[in-house]
């Protein structure tokens, strides 16, 4: 009973945040007072993926990665991450004079992984070896909140654009956060995972693997960041939460098959 409520925990999940979303949007709508827009668009612009995080999260094995530390990669992975970012990508634009949408993808994708590493070394101090479908799943939350943040962003800048628009800041929460599980949320998974994956049990395929894994998720990026069409989207979606379930299944074996052998039992972080 307990494996089949944290199964469904996601749609619960995402429901009431839709409900509060629409009791937000409602009542700013209602009583035209700007004071409700930041509350509708954090809500607008955390509700899926957070959904999507409690999803992936149901699906790591028996082993579940303690709130805290989701909140921790959430907030931090997401703060840090689209600050260090922007920075780079603003130091290059001023040097080079341009941004090449692969050098947003590398810097961007590199940026996401900061917290995940950070805290790796911590547990790894603290407990030993962890397992790949954890960091997975911390991944998955750093790419959450960076994903968050940045739709919030895009969302505010549609309300100034647009001299006050709500339609057009909805449309905004709309396509941002419905796509949000297909972009830094997936990416951020795979390399995050793929990190610990060589970690927990390093070799020279594993290395390659890891290098393979970020070349994919910038390629990725790349390519959503380059193309317009609403197909190509559809596409990349697939692909990259295909790739990060085919990868949650392969950690959840590869967990299940070492533990209580060399890798040692899982612990809380």
Not at 103 to 108: D, K
Not at 212 to 236: E, Q, R
Not at 254 to 261: A, R, Y
Request: charged share 10%; hydrophobic share 55%.
């Amino acid at each position: 009973m307990r494996d089949r409520s944290r199964r469904w925990a996601w749609l619960g999940v995402l429901v009431t945040g839709l409900i509060l979303y629409v009791i937000v949007l409602r009542t700013l709508v209602h009583t035209q007072n700007p004071n409700f827009v930041p509350a509708l668009i954090l809500l607008g612009a955390t509700v899926v993926p957070l959904a999507f995080l409690t999803f992936a999260q149901a699906r790591t094995g028996r082993w579940e990665v303690p709130a805290s530390s989701l909140v921790t990669a959430a907030f931090f992975g997401g703060v840090i991450g689209i600050v260090v970012a922007g920075t780079l990508e603003y130091n290059t634009l001023r040097g080079l004079g341009v941004l090449p949408m692969v050098l947003v993808a590398i810097i961007e994708e590199s940026a996401k992984l900061i917290v995940p590493v950070i805290l790796l070394f911590w547990i790894l101090s603290r407990h030993g070896r962890r397992l790949p479908s954890d960091g997975l799943i911390i991944g998955v939350a750093s790419g959450m909140g960076f994903a968050a943040l940045e739709t919030m962003g895009y969302a505010f800048t549609a309300l100034l654009s647009s001299n006050g628009n709500i339609g057009s800041v909805e449309q905004t929460l709309f396509v941002r956060g419905l796509t949000s599980p297909a972009g830094h949320t997936a990416w951020t998974g795979l390399t995050a995972g793929a990190l610990w994956a060589l970690i927990a049990s390093p070799s020279g395929k594993r290395v390659i693997q890891f290098a393979l894994t970020f070349v994919g998720a910038v390629i990725l990026h790349t390519c959503w960041d380059t193309f317009t069409n609403l197909w190509a989207y559809i596409i990349l979606g697939l692909i990259s939460v295909g790739w990060l379930f085919i990868e949650l299944a392969r950690y959840r074996a590869f967990g299940e098959h070492t533990l209580g052998g060399r890798f040692g039992q899982a612990v809380p972080v």
